[in-house]
């Protein structure tokens, strides 16, 4: 079953704007992870924030985590094509098992 | 580039049959987990194995099976094929479980 549900399921930008995708989950975790997916490929690890920690930054990427409300966001600021591709939010509860959402599909524009 | 490799890249096959998927892990890792992502979807968890033993299962049925070998690489199999089992099928290696590096994904197509 899938615990994270991204929102919007969709998000169409031009290139420079910033983009904001959400995250809620149902059950307590240890952290949740962000990945990058192109084209139906491989997934590409772009950030992890312990549930201990509200904000963290990478580059371009920053995300938030509220434990309170079960939701995390990813912003990309300043967006370019080449960010286009899918975002899932991925949470780690036990030992091993990561749940992923059905993620969020960006396109930015030229 | 993860250092996961898997193969084959594609693969076409019949309903009933049998397939086995293979990956190979970044070097130094331990673990394995496999995923399927069926079209549209986030990924699902199938199991994992760690040091050559499994150590977690998904909700998937006992047609689907896997192997971890001494050199930490690993097998899925999946018997008696149905159409829902078309999906790119991702293993992850890790190191006791931390941080898991993707590989580029097999996809399967069963018709």
């Known amino acids: 079953s899938q615990q994270g549900e991204e929102d919007p399921q969709a998000l169409s930008i031009q290139e420079g704007e910033n983009a904001t995708m959400n995250c809620s989950y149902k059950t307590s975790i240890n952290n949740l992870q962000w990945y990058r997916q192109n084209s139906g490929r491989g997934l590409v690890h772009l950030i992890l924030?312990?549930?201990?920690?509200r904000e963290k930054h990478s580059g371009r990427l920053r995300v938030t985590l509220d434990t309170s409300k079960k939701s995390s966001s990813l912003l990309i600021t300043a967006s370019r094509a080449a960010d286009t591709a899918s975002y899932f939010c991925?949470?780690?509860?036990?030992?091993?098992?990561?749940?992923f959402g059905k993620g969020t599909k960006l396109s930015v524009i030229p | 580039e993860t250092g996961v490799t898997q193969s084959p890249t594609h693969l076409i096959k019949t309903r009933g049959q049998q397939v086995t998927l293979r990956c190979s892990s970044q070097?130094?890792?331990?673990?394995v987990s496999w995923y399927q992502q069926a079209l549209g979807q986030g990924p699902q968890f199938i199991f994992q194995?760690?040091?050559?033993?499994?150590?977690g299962r998904g909700n998937f049925p006992p047609r689907f099976s896997g192997l971890q070998f001494p050199n930490y690489s690993s097998e899925l199999n999946v018997n008696a094929l149905e159409l829902d089992d078309s999906a790119l099928y991702l293993c992850?290696?890790?190191?006791?479980?931390?941080?898991?590096?993707f590989g580029p994904g097999t996809r399967l197509t069963v018709t």
């Open positions: 924030i312990r549930s201990n920690e």
């Open positions: 991925a949470t780690r509860r036990g030992s091993y098992q990561l749940t």
């Open positions: 992850a290696s890790s190191l006791d479980s931390l941080e898991q590096y």
């Open positions: 070097s130094g890792h331990n673990t």
């Open positions: 194995y760690y040091r050559e033993e499994e150590n």
